[in-house]
């Protein structure tokens, strides 16, 4: 999967710190596309304090409203890391195409993302719903 690179990206330190220790604990050789879109994403990002993050970019544990691009059908999502991650319950890893292509993004950019299976998706980010840093949680 490839992230889009035109998508500016803002990261808080803790969320960038604990995802690029994530993405390190896979070897190398062995990194999936997702892996790498991860990476991706943490190396393009912008990098400021969790004090800092705007209200309107999705973050680690973040709860957004997106509305497909295609089928215009709204739905909810959790920005969850990969060991939390519970797909029906709304909870997406951030390691997932969909999780990596929101990381980081601002409330009306699109997010676009490919599955495994060669299928393309498209979402706007319409709404985050709760974000951990906006709530005075500076360390979830």
Wanted: proline content about 6%.
């Amino acid at each position: 999967m490839q992230l889009d690179t035109t998508v500016a990206r803002t990261l808080t330190e803790l969320d960038h710190a604990r995802l690029t220790r994530l993405t390190r604990r896979v070897a190398a050789p062995t990194l999936r596309s997702e892996d790498q879109a991860l990476e991706h994403a943490l190396d393009d990002a912008t990098v400021v304090p969790s004090r800092t993050i705007p209200r309107d970019v999705v973050t680690m544990r973040s709860r957004v409203l997106l509305k497909d691009l295609r089928t215009s059908h709204r739905y909810r999502l959790t920005l969850s890391y990969p060991d939390e991650a519970e797909p029906a319950a709304g909870l997406v890893s951030v390691a997932s195409p969909v999780g990596a292509s929101l990381l980081g993004l601002r409330v009306g950019a699109d997010a676009r993302w490919t599955l495994p299976g060669g299928e393309q998706g498209a979402a706007r980010l319409e709404a985050i719903v709760f974000q951990p840093e906006s709530n005075g949680d500076y360390t979830l």
